[in-house]
């Protein structure tokens, strides 16, 4: 569970033996399809979840950025990001281990929501744990969870965002190994959280570049998505990073600044790839926010989903080897992003994957410099529409109508 010197498994022993137990299974059932597991989860994801998704081109943005600009519409998925691919192999294959109660920590309330839908789909009680600002910040979505049938657990320590709701979820699954698994909500976590999380979400690109060539007659010049733990990131890109010719840019949160106030420990983004640091963070060495001491730094984003001090260690990786490119845009390109999509192309996009847009403009609008960044995109952009804006429009319209 190695990427370069990232990865591992930096957990307390307690929960050793439930690690142990779950790199077991995901070897057996999703490696090696034991008891056709995997062909039991492409099933559900089709017919519970309605893949595959459309790669659509966007005639207004291929117009405005002179090139051909597809999305790939995780939007569409059931519950409206691509959360339900990770969440529904993580409680299909929990039933496959035979545990008989589900956890996992949210932020923007997506990953809740697909868990919880997951759960009501396969009989299985599920808790979710979020913090108190979040469950303030993404009502809708924690009416959704309910509505399914689990029950949400406030999570008040710290800030109450999402580091103390995965941290919470930790010690739970620690206490209650025997019958509890813990869905994390990214490729984030011990090995083989990380490794497994892509697996599940790698569905995104092997249906994209199927689908680009049968719509191009070839790969696309780049895959651009944004970058919160680095989900539907590396599920946009798992099949493509063998295609040299094929870019790809993880675009994360410049918050309000990528400047970082040390003596605070406040980083006003969730820039972890650009600007983080090597530590550990919730059981993985990775790149992540964290003041001269080590202390974790509180991050900021618009998009709660985005709003992470750290990144899962496989994305941070390709980072350092050059095989991604780690781009930002702020809060305010995000927003600007969000509402242009929805006008030119009738899609409200989440607030996360409205900053994969904030990129493309900032490069190939009528506004941007003439750089060679334009040119890295190429003729053939597939944009990852991670998520459906409906969960943000009451922060949006604030940020909108009263900035
Ligand atoms: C629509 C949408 N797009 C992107 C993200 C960023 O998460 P990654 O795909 O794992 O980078 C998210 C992340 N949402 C998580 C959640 O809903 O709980 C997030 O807050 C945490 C699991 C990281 C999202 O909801």
């Known amino acids: 569970g190695k990427f370069g010197d990232y990865g591992g498994q930096y957990v307390p022993e307690a929960l050793m033996p439930a690690i142990e137990e779950l790199n077991d299974a995901y070897?057996?059932?999703?490696?090696?399809?034991?008891?056709?597991?995997?062909?039991?989860?492409?099933?559900?994801?089709?017919?519970?979840?309605?893949?595959?998704?459309?790669?659509?081109?966007?005639?207004?943005?291929?117009?405005?950025?002179?090139?051909?600009?597809?999305?790939?519409?995780?939007?569409?998925?059931?519950?409206?990001?691509?959360?339900?691919?990770?969440?529904?192999?993580?409680?299909?294959?929990?039933?496959?281990?035979?545990?008989?109660?589900?956890?996992?920590?949210?932020?923007?309330?997506?990953?809740?929501?697909?868990?919880?839908?997951?759960c009501a789909h396969l009989d299985m009680p599920c808790e979710i744990y979020m913090g108190e600002r979040d469950i303030n910040r993404q009502r809708p979505n924690v009416f959704r969870m309910k509505l399914n049938g689990s029950e949400v657990n406030p999570v008040t320590v710290g800030r109450g965002t999402l580091k103390e709701a995965i941290s919470e979820t930790m010690r739970d699954w620690a206490t209650n190994v025997e019958d509890t698994h813990y869905v994390i909500g990214s490729v984030v976590g011990p090995h083989p959280f990380p490794s497994m999380v892509r697996d599940f979400q790698s569905v995104i690109s092997e249906e994209a570049r199927t689908q680009a060539r049968e719509k191009l007659g070839r790969l696309p010049d780049a895959v651009v998505a944004c970058a919160g733990g680095g989900s539907n990131t590396m599920g946009a890109f798992a099949e493509f990073v063998d295609d040299e010719e094929t870019a790809l840019y993880a675009v994360e949160a410049g918050g309000s600044t990528l400047e970082v106030d040390e003596e605070a420990g406040v980083a006003p983004n969730s820039a972890s790839l650009t600007t983080g640091t090597e530590g550990i963070l919730h059981g993985a060495r990775t790149r992540l926010l964290q003041d001269r001491d080590g202390q974790i730094m509180e991050s900021h984003s618009v998009s709660s989903g985005l709003d992470y001090a750290g990144v899962g260690p496989e994305l941070a990786h390709l980072v350092d080897t050059g095989r991604v490119t780690a781009v930002n845009v702020d809060d305010d390109e995000a927003l600007t992003a969000f509402h242009r999509l929805s006008q030119m192309e009738g899609i409200i996009p989440a607030l996360e994957s409205a900053h994969a847009f904030g990129y493309l403009e900032s490069v190939a609008g009528p506004d941007a410099p003439d750089s060679e960044e334009a040119d890295g995109l190429g003729e053939y952009v597939v944009v990852n529409v991670s998520g459906r804006g409906d969960k943000d429009l009451e922060s949006a319209i604030e940020e909108t109508y009263e900035r």
């Open 27 to 118: 070897e057996r059932y999703v490696l090696d399809n034991e008891d056709g597991f995997m062909d039991d989860f492409r099933a559900r994801l089709r017919d519970f979840g309605g893949r595959p998704t459309p790669l659509q081109r966007a005639d207004r943005l291929s117009e405005r950025y002179d090139r051909e600009v597809y999305l790939k519409r995780e939007d569409l998925l059931h519950g409206g990001a691509h959360k339900l691919n990770n969440a529904l192999g993580q409680v299909l294959l929990a039933k496959y281990m035979g545990k008989e109660r589900i956890i996992a920590e949210t932020g923007a309330g997506q990953h809740g929501t697909a868990t919880a839908m997951a």
